[in-house]
RNA sequence: GCCGACAUAGCUCAGCCGGUAGAGCAGCGCUUUCGUAAAGCGCAGGUCGUCGGUUCAAGUCCGACUGUCGGCUCCA
């Protein structure tokens, strides 16, 4: 699980690999940048510099400090250095003469790397002067290299290990077409736009603060409000697919975890533990143990099964503090957690209905693109994974045959499973284009065996449950991050905390503007009065602002006939309509979730 | 935790080469009673993240710490 990147990362440096075309220009990219650093920064030593999603990198060790404000610097020399319309020439070396190379040139890290090949010749690039050992391919003329940016500078440790030195790495992003490279670079600047810290701040949606604890999240009222809407509808979902809800504590003695296996396996992530009474507890980290020790609770019957046990647990997971953003890493969170026990016939049936109910979710969230993969077992390290050959093909088949029934693509992962089973990830792909895990449904063969359950059979012998650990938004905290992003703040009605704001003319109305609201509370529907003494393009400026969904605008003419001025937000006026046909309509948005 | 940057009013930010703080918005008050993205005037609001150092004098220079941000690592 590891070492995947570790291994694909260095064998980009010396084996025979195709790239595409972009993949190409992004890597030439990379040894652009490093030709500029070296000529800017004499004594620096390479690592690697691969392509990335939509760009380069190259982690380098520079004697010197830089910043974000020298990136101009290097970008200036990276284009002069491109208009000389260098060759990019590549000519190979025998593993000794490369190691001389590296000594002679004091680059340790390739010298690091052509250790780690095994035999044959190792090949190198050179243009403006530059030499580096590289597998390519380039592109052949520096000149090609036009449409790039370098974005971000950090640090980042060699061979992604933090026991060993750490580099600079400096990204850039690169397109084949200047329209493309726009188009990117707005998306950032639209995310920047979108980000939900920002938008947490000024919609009053949430707080996260050293005071009250990094990590650790206040839901303010309208992020409050927001929760209750999503966990409402979710608890909606799963009452009619059968599912069980349960609440289960915080903490629980660390003789759970003990057994559990949490101790010895999710050490790092849990706290230190807190002593009552004499005895240890600890803060729980997942909900599983809870679960089954609901489901252990008294001799299961075959008929009973499946039982589907789900709540929203909030665990609590260390992560260091440099790890901590936003609500998409916190310390203390809500999974909506569900533990699925059932018999091996009824297996396939249940994973269906997890991604049948996962993908309510992100049509009713807005999300109509995921990806989803299949992690399952190295069958040729089948040691590693705990289980007989029998269940593994069992449940990988299965998995898979269910994502088939269902025409749901995928990849499969080969070697991803956990130890203890195969699982299904979802990754959706938001508004503007970028991926993010919510769904995972994982078998667990080892939980069943540690807490040893079973299940009286048929056969009136006692059998071993599967299993079925899966959370379909993954965290409250995070999801909601996720959803501020994708609607930019903009909630659809049923979400939104406030759905119309009404918007007295003047003081005059603000009688008839009470009226309108409680009318509007009166039909189950959310609506604000503004109060304030000021003009109506100021309140109408707020109003959107604030992003509330609805403006209603009462003056003369509404009080008169009991209408209201409807204001679409983003959209504008749509013209009067009574007090009841506006309920309708929004009530009616709300109800089919409209976005 | 590591690398780098940053930390000034509730928010967004000015404050050059050191001479004991400034704007806009928000808030409050008064005037205004207004027709679809900002009416006018006034008031109040900060021991400039914390601690230490240099200096006659420190938001301003130096150091440490804490936190935030971009990454690394990890991951819901």
Redesign the pocket.
Known sequence: M?DH?ENDEFAGEYAPRELSPVETLRHSFAHLLASAVADLYPGTKFGTGPHVEHGFYYDMQIPV?????DLPKIEEKMREIAKGNHKFERFMLEREDALKWAAEAGQGFKAEIIEGIPHGKISFYKHAGFTDMCAGPHVNYSSKLKHFKLT??????WR???QNP?M??I?GVAFEQKEELEGHLKMLEEAAKR?H?KLG?ELELFQ?T?EYG??LVLWMPNGAFIRKTIEDFWRDEHLRRGYNFLFTPHVAPATLWDRSGHNQNYRD?MYSPMEVEGQMYQLKPMNCPFHIGVFNHRQRSYRELPLRYAELGTVY?F????????L????G?T?DDAHIFCTRETLEAEIAGCLDIAQTMYQTFGFPDYKVELSVRDAKNSKNFLGSDEIWELAESTLAKVLESRNIPYTRVEGEAAFYGPKIDVKVIDAIGRVW??T?VQLDFNLPERFDLGYIGADNAEHRPIMVHR?LL??L???FGILIEHYAGDFPVWLAPVQAKVLP????FLDYGRDVVQSLRNAGLRAELDV???????K??RA??EKVPY?L?V????AETRTV?V?K??D??LG?MSIEAFAERLADEAKNKVR
Request: aromatic share 6%; charged share 30%; glycine share 14%.
């Open positions: 590891c990147t400090p830089v910043s974000i404000d971000a500078i950090s640090g980042a440790y992604a290990n933090d750490q600079t790495r990204y980000d810290r701040k996260i050293q990094g990590g992530s997971r992560e260091r503090s440099g790890a901590l953003h936003g998409m890493r916190v310390r969170f999974q895990q919510l995972t959370a993954g965290s905290e995070r999801f003319l003047s003081e005059k304030s003494d000021e003009k109506l393009g100021y109408v400026r959107e602002m403006a605008v003056g003369g003419r509404e001025g204001r937000r983003k504008g006026d009067s």
